[in-house]
């Protein structure tokens, strides 16, 4: 079985090492048009833009190591079944799990893996591409926030926001805690920033929402008012704002620390919680992609690799599909964070032991 096990290995090294490479390459190449962006029309330098292109590399890691794993899988046993080594191994006696065994150890220390990039190198890498463009100097106010993160970058306002597109931004919750009091919360469909000539302050537009303004009989009570446009004056001088981490730079203790700190000013921490479980669910996904991939992979006589690759990207799509889905759902906290972003999780492994489970009794 030694020598077996160190077969299996050595053909999945190189299709799990080109799959990186080549996915890695790939996704890098459809960044490159926003950077472009940036040079061209924020006038950020090349010298600072490719800082960010490399730190951009670990981020993308968290996505193709997965699935390069599950590319391997179907590779590798995809083209030892249409050798008919399987069939062989099985006529010798072999059973078809002993051939997992040594997927299976790859697979937890894979996950081990991307739980630490999760956890540690990726947050480091969204804190270094947020530092570097800070030092650009940018002007533009949307640069300080972060969709999905709690932003406490002005006085007397925490700002979450869902989606940005150019300087529209939607899905628009500001928060406002007082010691003693209950914190008051305005929400809006959509939002823009207005500058101020001659002062370092902005107007946040806010359309179509709802404020909490204070009862003047009880002002520790507040009553829903409905407005279609309200603005709100905040300071953007260098000596007031806060630079605070942004939630995707955050680690896993940094992010649970921030759920606790907002539970207690009564804010719904849904996007945090969403986002900690996330990089948990996601930190099982090489393991579950070599489960996934290894009955297919088994049964299958194709020898045309880009078929293979198709079938592969027809399994880990899904999954980043519904698992983003999910984390959009969470964040608004249309049902319960965590159930949510487990669920794709539970499926897949579901799926995984029936489909195996199946290959045994065959």
């Given at each position: 079985?030694?020598?077996?096990?160190n077969?299996?290995?050595?053909?999945?090294?190189q299709?799990f090492?080109?799959?990186i490479?080549?996915?890695?390459?790939?996704?890098?190449?459809?960044?490159?048009?926003q950077l472009a962006?940036?040079?061209?029309n924020?006038?950020?330098?090349?010298?600072?833009?490719?800082?960010?292109?490399l730190?951009?590399i670990?981020i993308?890691l968290g996505?193709?190591?997965?699935?390069a794993?599950?590319?391997?899988v179907i590779?590798?046993?995809?083209h030892?079944s249409?050798e008919n080594?399987i069939l062989?191994?099985?006529a010798?006696?072999?059973h078809l799990f002993?051939?997992l065994?040594?997927?299976i150890i790859?697979?937890?220390a894979l996950?081990?893996a991307?739980?630490?990039?999760?956890?540690?190198?990726?947050?480091?890498?969204?804190e270094?591409?947020?530092r570097i463009?800070?030092e650009t100097?940018?002007?533009d106010?949307t640069a300080?926030l972060?969709p999905?993160?709690?932003?406490?970058?002005?006085?007397?306002?925490?700002?979450?926001?869902?989606?940005i597109e150019?300087?529209?931004l939607?899905?628009?919750?500001?928060?406002q805690?007082?010691?003693?009091k209950?914190?008051?919360?305005?929400?809006?469909?959509?939002?823009?920033?207005?500058?101020v000539?001659g002062k370092?302050?902005?107007?946040?537009?806010?359309?179509?929402?709802?404020?909490d303004?204070p009862?003047?009989?009880?002002p520790n009570?507040f009553?829903?008012?409905n407005?279609?446009t309200?603005?709100?004056?905040?300071?953007l001088s260098?000596?007031?704002?806060k630079?605070?981490?942004?939630s995707k730079a955050?680690?896993?203790?940094?992010?649970?620390?921030?759920i606790?700190s907002?539970?207690?000013?009564s804010?719904d921490?849904?996007?945090?919680?969403a986002?900690y479980?996330?990089?948990?669910?996601w930190s099982l996904?090489?393991?579950?992609f070599i489960?996934?991939?290894?009955p297919?992979?088994?049964?299958t006589h194709r020898?045309?690799k880009?078929a293979?690759?198709l079938?592969?990207?027809?399994?880990a799509?899904?999954?980043?599909?519904?698992?983003?889905?999910?984390?959009?759902?969470?964040s608004?906290?249309?049902?319960?964070?965590i159930l949510?972003?487990?669920a794709?999780?539970a499926?897949?492994?579901?799926l995984?032991?029936?489909?195996n489970?199946?290959l045994?009794?065959?």
């Open positions: 079985m030694r020598i077996l096990r077969y299996i290995l050595k053909e999945c090294l299709p090492t080109l799959s490479c080549v996915l890695t390459s790939v996704f890098l190449l459809g960044y490159l048009p962006n940036k040079v061209i924020n006038g950020v330098s090349l010298t600072a833009m490719s800082q960010v292109f730190c951009y670990p993308l996505y193709t190591l997965p699935i794993c599950l590319i391997t590779l590798a046993f995809g030892m249409s080594e062989a191994m099985r010798s006696g072999i002993r051939l065994n040594p997927l790859v697979g937890i996950c081990l991307v739980y630490i990039l999760n956890d540690r190198i990726i947050p480091k890498a969204y270094a591409q947020t463009l800070q100097g940018s002007q106010p300080i972060e999905g993160s709690f932003i406490n970058a002005f006085d007397k306002y925490i700002i979450f926001i869902y989606r150019g300087d529209l939607y899905g628009v919750r500001i928060y805690p007082a010691p003693n209950p914190t008051r919360t305005i929400i809006a469909q959509q939002g823009e920033f207005v500058h000539p370092d302050q902005l107007m946040l537009k806010l359309i179509d929402g709802t404020s303004e009862n003047l009989q009880n009570n009553y829903k008012l407005f279609q309200s603005f709100i004056t905040m300071d260098k000596k007031n704002v630079t605070e981490k942004k955050m680690t896993l203790r940094e992010l649970s620390g921030k606790q907002l539970k207690k000013l804010i921490p849904s996007p945090l919680v986002e479980h996330r990089r948990m669910a996904s090489p393991l579950l489960l996934l991939g290894f297919f992979a088994a049964i020898r045309a880009s293979n690759l079938y592969a990207l027809l399994f799509a899904p999954y980043y599909i519904v698992s983003l889905a999910c984390q959009g759902m969470a608004q906290n249309v049902f319960n964070p949510l972003m487990w794709p999780n499926v897949a492994f579901i995984a032991i029936f489909f489970f199946k045994c009794t065959r």
